[in-house]
């Protein structure tokens, strides 16, 4: 039966699963998994006994489908049964919700790295043990930090039967995604929307309409998906980051984006099965 929790956020571990306890140990943010002939496996609690390494910033993150989840950062390589991988290579043969347990692991170990020292007095920080928050303290003046995360917008653009894709500098050639980009501080959500795709194509919007979201921990993203529909306007690109922009049908699609585990591909597909 499907968990209607999938992941419980927990401080502490809530289950007695020691053995199987997942540990989610990077080395920078690569993260060290288990070869098997076919697919990553995310070491467990057993499999770092015969090895005893050490393990800096541990942290408990909850538990997954009733395994608790640690994360952590490590130094030294188990052997040759175990590699460390980006997260990206990670996402290419899992499921949607491992990925996001691997995300919420990098995200909370870099929080705690980014953290070792208090933005107003320069002293040492340490993880606030009590209460339910994530919240980091310093030893000296009290200042009390929490994770912050930055949010993006990310739209897919209608225009009667076509779709609205451009091209990145940053892409390889010939490669098209919708719009996405960082919400400024105070604005709104569908504010960035229009002023996203106003500021790289010309085009303005309207019937913005709410599409789902992603954690994205390169390094510290929240996608926000929206749809939206063609108002007025001709495309004139930004030529800063964004080089070129086409309205595309359905079969002029396939073959233009990269496919992979981010909500881009999500509103692609949500465009090319409508
Ligand atoms: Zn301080």
């Given amino acids: 039966m499907d968990r209607y929790i999938k992941f419980e956020p927990s401080k502490e571990p809530l289950y007695d699963t020691y053995d199987?306890?997942?540990?989610?140990?990077?080395?920078?943010?690569?993260?060290?998994?288990?070869?098997?002939?076919?697919?990553?496996?995310?070491?467990?609690?057993?499999?770092?006994?015969?090895?005893?390494?050490?393990?800096n910033h541990l942290q408990c993150l909850g538990a997954y489908k009733g395994?608790?989840?640690?994360?952590?950062?490590?130094?030294?390589?188990?052997?040759?049964?175990?590699?460390?991988?980006?997260?990206?290579?990670?996402?290419?043969?899992?499921?949607?919700?491992?990925?996001?347990?691997?995300?919420?692991a990098l995200l909370l170990l870099d929080y705690i790295r980014n953290n070792q020292k208090c933005g107003i007095c320069g002293s040492q920080m340490i993880v606030k043990?009590?209460?339910?928050?994530?919240?980091?303290?310093?030893?000296?003046?009290?200042?009390?930090?929490?994770?912050?995360?930055?949010?993006?917008?990310?739209?897919?653009?209608?225009k009667e039967d076509k779709l609205l894709l451009a091209h990145n500098k940053m892409f390889q050639e010939g490669m098209y995604s919708v719009i996405a980009g960082f919400v400024e501080m105070g604005e709104t959500f569908e504010d960035c929307v229009r002023r996203e795709v106003f500021e790289e194509t010309g085009i303005k919007v309207h019937n913005i309409k709410y599409?789902?979201?992603?954690p994205w921990p390169f390094?510290?993203?929240?996608?926000?998906g929206f749809t939206a529909e063609y108002l007025e306007g001709e495309i004139k690109v930004d030529n800063d980051e964004i080089v070129d922009a086409q309205w595309?049908?359905?079969?002029?699609?396939?073959?233009?984006?990269?496919?992979s585990i981010s909500i881009s591909t999500e509103l692609i597909e949500w465009f090319l099965n409508k």
């Fill in 20 to 55: 199987k306890d997942y540990m989610y140990l990077f080395n920078g943010s690569k993260l060290m998994v288990k070869l098997n002939d076919t697919e990553y496996i995310i070491p467990n609690k057993k499999d770092l006994e015969l090895f005893k390494p050490q393990i």
């Fill in 67 to 104: 395994i608790n989840c640690y994360c952590g950062e490590i130094k030294e390589s188990l052997g040759e049964n175990y590699d460390f991988i980006d997260l990206r290579t990670y996402s290419k043969n899992i499921s949607h919700d491992d990925f996001l347990v691997s995300a919420k």
């Fill in 129 to 158: 043990i009590s209460g339910n928050d994530r919240a980091m303290i310093c030893s000296s003046c009290d200042n009390m930090v929490w994770p912050k995360t930055a949010p993006a917008i990310i739209v897919a653009i209608t």
């Fill in 211 to 214: 599409f789902g979201s992603q």
């Fill in 219 to 224: 390094p510290n993203s929240m996608m926000i």
């Fill in 248 to 259: 595309f049908t359905k079969e002029e699609i396939p073959g233009k984006y990269k496919k």
